[in-house]
């Protein structure tokens, strides 16, 4: 399943809302989709599964929704430390695979 | 935690095994997978292994008969054997474990810092 990400680059201040968006080439079965954030020289970290569910210890800021194929990740109110690059992953299906990513930048 | 070791410089054609220390947790419960980064680029799931005896691997298309992921529970070790390494295949090699037990597929909740291979 090849996953696209727009836009690629989101250019944005703090305090404004980031809406990035994933898309599926073909459905996702039970909305086996996760969101990762990954800042310069640190691993992935996990920010949602299943399309809309926040792993531990992810603030309230962060929400996913869709289905299907059409996913969003949203980001009410932009903190200093959200700049960063966000991957969707699907894992309905083998292989896994990820988004090229989106770069949120101030 | 996950700590991955192996990596380094190597040239086209060779072959390199990259290691993964596994603490703190049930090794055998959970699935486990190495996930690559190009330079400058984004995430690529490369090879997964199943959780508990079964241990059912599975790779990318890209690497498939060339990359092997084993399990070794007593010494809670993940491993990646890469065999006729192209320069296609310099990445960071991380480590990363799935997020709930028992699944073969999900997201990974916990990875390594990740390993270096350069092919060159």
């Known amino acids: 399943i090849l996953l696209t990400q727009s836009p690629g680059t989101l250019s944005l201040s703090p305090g404004e809302r980031a809406t990035l968006s994933c898309r599926a080439s073909?459905?996702?079965?039970?909305?086996?989709l996760g969101w990762y954030q990954q800042k310069p020289g640190q691993a992935p970290r996990l920010l949602i599964f299943?399309?809309?569910t926040r792993a531990a210890g992810i603030p309230d800021r962060f929400s996913g929704s869709g289905s299907g194929t059409v996913f969003t990740l949203t980001i009410d109110t932009l903190e200093p430390e959200d700049f960063a690059v966000y991957y969707c992953?699907?894992?309905?299906?083998?292989?896994?695979?990820f988004g090229g990513g989106t770069k949120v930048e101030i | 935690q996950l700590l991955e070791s192996g990596g380094g410089l190597i040239q086209p054609g060779e072959s390199l095994t990259l290691s993964c220390r596994v603490s703190?947790?049930?090794?055998?419960?959970?699935?486990m997978a190495w996930v690559r980064q190009a330079p400058g680029k984004g995430l690529e799931w490369v090879s997964g292994i199943t959780s508990g005896s079964r241990s059912n691997t599975d790779s990318e298309e890209s690497v498939r008969g060339r990359f092997t992921v084993t399990r070794d529970i007593s010494r809670n070790l993940l491993s990646l054997h890469l065999n006729a390494l192209t320069e296609e295949d310099t990445a960071l090699y991380y480590c990363?474990?799935?997020?709930?037990?028992?699944?073969?597929?999900?997201?990974?909740?916990?990875w390594g810092r990740g390993t270096l291979v350069v092919v060159s």
């Open positions: 992953q699907q894992y309905g299906s083998s292989p896994l695979t």
């Open positions: 703190g947790f049930d090794f055998h419960t959970f699935a």
């Open positions: 990363a474990r799935t997020s709930r037990k028992w699944l073969d597929r999900d997201v990974f909740d916990l």
């Open positions: 299943a399309a809309s």
């Open positions: 073909q459905s996702i079965s039970s909305t086996h």
